[in-house]
């Protein structure tokens, strides 16, 4: 039994699609915060994973360093967004006393 | 740089292989739980278990910074920004039942078999502390990395962290001040 790419990368997918749902098909502000926290999680889990599984020899540790420094990055935008969505979420709560975001806010 | 050359080297051994999958596998169940459950709060503490499980995912199969930051920062900053949005809007409820109910005695049965899972696994395999020699070393290069080659990334980033929190502030004071009436009322 091992661990490689391929399974990292399925459960990447997963988060993504998962992420994806929640952005399309939930109306709460809240849910889709969470759901486009999980579509750059994704991503930054498919970065570790390639820096990882992807190459071998001596360019391994220069590419776990790059792939590193990316998941870095797309966290701290992670948090950038989510404070700013939180913002606007507690805004939407003001307004109409729910976390709905549609039209007819139900 | 180029992702070719030799074969990708999968993990084998085969208690780190078994808490991966148990990692991936409640990494997938918490976020589906955090998108499907109607209630915000069961949803931000799905969501805090995900991030909790992805910083674990980290610590197996990336350098240790990123571990550290994952947990230390990225978690526990998401996880108080909806608590605090939770507690500035809907509000928690209070517990309906007290600290000796069923609910309670099962959850902490949970917990305390989780934790001795964990220390077995630690003890057969002494894992994190054989690791942490290499951790430090492994530390060095990545933030030398980060550091050396991606300044203009870390000032972006820093820009970017700064504007959505003074983005956020302003929204928050702005609907917290006094509205002026208009002319007609």
Do not use: K
């Not at chain 2, 499980?53 to 909806?82: D, E, K, R």
């Not at chain 2, 605090?84 to 099962?106: M, N």
């Not at chain 2, 990334?153 to 970017?160: I, S």
């Amino acid at each position: 039994m091992s661990v490689g790419l391929s399974a990292v990368l399925l459960a990447s997918a997963a988060l993504l699609a998962a992420g994806a749902f929640a952005l399309v098909a939930r109306r709460s502000a809240v849910t889709t915060l969470l759901g486009t926290q999980f579509v750059l999680l994704a991503g930054a889990i498919a970065f570790v994973a390639f820096g990882r599984f992807g190459v071998q020899g001596q360019a391994a540790a220069a590419q776990q360093n790059v792939a590193g420094s990316m998941a870095l990055v797309v966290g701290a935008v992670a948090v950038a967004e989510l404070a700013v969505g939180v913002a606007m979420a507690a805004l939407i709560y003001r307004e109409s006393r729910s976390f709905a975001v549609d039209a007819d806010r139900g | 740089m180029l992702l070719i050359g030799a074969l990708p080297q999968p993990i084998t051994s085969a208690p780190l292989v078994v808490l991966i999958y148990l990692v991936l596998i409640l990494m997938i169940a918490g976020a589906l739980a955090s998108v499907l459950l109607r209630s915000t709060l069961y949803a931000i503490g799905a969501f805090a278990a995900t991030m909790l499980l992805v910083s674990i995912l980290y610590l197996t199969i990336a350098p240790f910074v990123l571990f550290a930051v994952q947990l230390l920062i990225f978690t526990s900053v998401s996880a108080l920004l909806l608590a605090g949005l939770l507690r500035d809007t809907s509000g928690f409820q209070r517990a309906t039942v007290g600290p000796f109910s069923r609910e309670w005695i099962i959850g902490a049965a949970v917990a305390a078999a989780l934790l001795a899972l964990v220390g077995v696994v630690a003890a057969v395999t002494s894992w994190p502390i054989r690791e942490s020699s290499q951790a430090v070393a492994c530390c060095t290069s990545f933030l030398t990395t980060v550091t050396d080659e991606y300044r203009f990334a870390l000032a972006t980033v820093v820009v970017v962290i700064g504007s959505a929190a003074l983005g956020s502030g302003l929204l928050l004071a702005g609907s917290r001040a006094p509205r002026t009436p208009g002319r007609r009322g």
